[in-house]
């Protein structure tokens, strides 16, 4: 049986509260999660959990804001991830409020 193609899915801006997005992606995908505002050559942390625990499923990934403060990872789910509601937060450190960058991600299974 063919697989049918992976979804192609747009880069998942977080933001600050109240406007933090909800997306939807599936299980098993490939997708980039991006932004700005931090400092030239911040350490930004992204982590990717279970909606309202602080288990982190990317095991901490740090990547460094560019020469404009933007940042760009890729992140896989996996593929036996199960469905619901995750949540992503981007940060740098120091680990206060105005640093950090929010969205919801709803998992859904492979088609």
Do not use: C
Request: hydrophobic content about 40%; proline content about 12%; glycine content about 8%.
């Amino acid at each position: 049986m063919v697989q049918p193609p992976a979804p192609v899915y747009p880069d998942l801006v977080p933001a600050t509260a109240p406007d933090e997005p909800r997306v939807e992606r599936m299980a098993g995908s490939t997708w980039t999660v991006s932004g700005g505002g931090y400092e030239p050559g911040a350490q930004i942390h992204v982590m990717l959990f279970r909606y309202q625990t602080d288990t982190d499923l990317l095991n901490a990934p740090v990547v460094s804001a560019d020469a404009n403060g933007h940042y760009s990872m890729r992140i896989t789910l996996s593929a036996d991830l199960a469905p619901g509601r995750y949540g992503v937060l981007v940060w740098s450190p120091p680990f206060e409020e105005e640093a950090k960058r929010r969205a919801i991600v709803d998992v859904i299974a492979p088609a």
